[in-house]
C-alpha cells in the first residue's frame, strides 16, 4: 500500500500547514481558555476547500481523498485539537453520510453548503444509556420526533445536524434524518464544561414534537443503524487522525524543549535517556499515522476498513495519552504550566479514547472480526 502523496495532495497539505501554523495555532490558547469556538479560523478553512476535502467537486467539495482528508487532521490537530475535532466531525460524521445514502436533492440542498463550509454540520447518535430511546412516528408527510441526545459535537454552531431514531417499535429498527437547525421543537442544551478539546462546543439536543419532513429521512427506513455504523467508521479514522496530530504536536514542542533546557551548561536534550524517550515516542506516533493513513486508504479502495479504523483509533489514542503525558514530563514543572501548550496537548488527547466508541468498544470489534470466540 503506497502512501506517497500526489504534487496535487502535496500542494494541498502544505497550505493546510501554512495555515495549521498560523492562523490555527495563534488561536490555540484563547480557543481552549475561553470555550471559544474559532469562527474566523472556520471560515478560513472553508475558503480553502478544507471542510470539504473528500467530497466531489460537483457538490462543492474539494474532490480528494480521504488519505488526504486525515493527512489534514493530523496537520491541524498538532496545533488546535479543538479545530482537528470541529473540521473532522463536520466532515466525518455529517457531510459524509448525506454524501454516502443521500438522494441528489439532499445532496443539493445539504451536501453543497457542508462541503463549502457554508454551513457547519453535526451527528445525533449518542444518548445517555444504552441504545436509541428517541422516537420519530410518522404524521402524514412529516416524522415527529421525541428524545434527547447528549455530548454531541458541534452542537451550538452546527446548522445540520444527521440524527437517529426509533421508528418500529416491534424491531427497534432505526432510521436517519436531516434535521435542520431551527426545526419546530428543535433545541441546543447549553454548553458542556470539558476538559478539552474546549473550542468545540458539545451540548444536548432536545426534540420535543420535532417536526421533520420525510423528504428528510437519509437512506431508507430502517436503515439507521447501518448508516451509524458505516458513518462511525469513518469516524474513528478521523478521531485517529487527531490522536496523531495531538502526539507529534506535543513531541516536537518537547523536543524544542529539550533542545533548549540547558543543565550543567548543556541542553537535556543531550542526556541519553532524553533520547531513547524521544526515540520510542517518535515510533510509536510513526506506528499510529501508518495504522490511521492505511485504514484512509483502504476507505479510498471502498474495502472493508471498519476493524484497521478500530484498530488505529485505539492504538493511535493511547499512543497520544502516552506521549502528551511523558511530553509534560520531559517539561517537569514547566509541563504542569499553562503557559506552555502541552498540559492542553495532554487533556485533549484524552477524549481520543473516548467518543467515537471507547477503547473499550474498539477492542470489541476487533475481536469481532478476529472470529476468536
Known amino acids: 500500500m503506497n502512501f506517497k502523496f500526489s504534487d ?25 481558555k475561553e470555550s ?10 472553508a475558503e480553502n476547500g478544507i471542510m470539504g476535502i473528500p467530497f466531489d467537486k460537483k457538490y462543492n467539495g474539494t474532490g480528494l481523498d480521504n488519505l488526504t482528508y486525515v493527512a489534514a487532521v493530523e496537520e491541524l490537530s ?20 448525506i454524501s454516502e445514502y443521500g438522494n441528489e436533492e439532499q445532496k443539493d440542498k445539504y451536501l453543497k453548503p457542508l462541503a463549502a463550509g457554508e454551513k457547519i454540520g453535526a451527528f445525533g447518535w449518542t ?20 428524545g434527547k441526545k447528549v455530548l454531541i459535537t458541534n452542537s451550538h454552531e452546527a446548522d445540520i445536524f444527521v440524527v437517529f431514531a426509533k421508528t418500529d417499535f416491534e424491531t427497534n429498527a432505526l432510521t436517519a434524518f436531516i434535521v435542520e437547525k431551527g426545526a419546530k421543537g428543535f433545541t441546543v442544551g447549553e454548553a458542556e464544561d470539558k476538559m478539552g478539546v474546549r473550542g468545540s462546543s458539545t451540548a444536548e439536543l432536545y ?43 506535543a513531541l516536537n514542542e518537547a523536543m524544542n524543549y529539550v533542545r533548549n533546557r540547558m543543565q550543567m551548561g548543556q541542553p537535556i536534550s543531550h542526556h541519553q535517556n532524553i533520547q531513547f524517550t524521544i526515540a520510542d515516542l517518535q515510533t510509536k506516533i510513526d506506528a499510529a499515522r501508518l495504522m490511521t493513513y492505511r485504514a484512509a486508504a483502504t476507505k479510498d479502495l471502498k474495502e472493508d476498513y471498519g476493524y484497521m479504523a478500530s484498530m488505529a483509533k485505539l492504538f493511535a489514542s493511547e499512543v497520544a495519552m502516552e506521549v502528551t503525558t511523558k511530553a509534560v514530563q520531559l517539561f517537569g514543572g514547566n509541563g504542569y504550566s499553562k ?21 473499550e468498544v474498539q477492542k470489541v470489534v476487533i475481536a469481532g472480526h478476529l472470529n476468536i470466540k
Open 207 to 249: 426534540f420535543n414534537d420535532c417536526v421533520v419532513s420525510s423528504k428528510n429521512i437519509l437512506g431508507n427506513i430502517g436503515e439507521g443503524l447501518k448508516i451509524a455504523m458505516s458513518t462511525l467508521n469513518g469516524g474513528r479514522i478521523g478521531v485517529a487522525a487527531q490522536a496523531v496530530g495531538i502526539a507529534q504536536g
Open 78 to 97: 498538532k496545533y488546535c485539537a479543538s479545530t482537528g475535532v470541529i473540521m473532522s466531525a463536520h466532515t466525518s460524521l455529517c457531510a459524509w453520510p
Open 339 to 359: 503557559k506552555f501548550p502541552v498540559e492542553r496537548m495532554m487533556r485533549d488527547a484524552k477524549v481520543t479514547e473516548i467518543y467515537e466508541g471507547t477503547s
Open 36 to 45: 471559544k469556538f474559532p469562527t474566523e479560523t472556520i471560515k478560513k478553512l
Open 127 to 146: 444518548e445517555s444509556e444504552a441504545g436509541t430511546r428517541t422516537t420519530a412516528i410518522k404524521n402524514g408527510d412529516n416524522y415527529i420526533l421525541n
Open 8 to 32: 496535487e495532495q502535496k500542494l494541498f497539505l502544505n497550505m493546510v500547514s501554512d495555515i495549521a501554523k498560523t492562523d490555527v495555532a495563534s488561536i490555540a490558547t484563547i480557543t481552549d
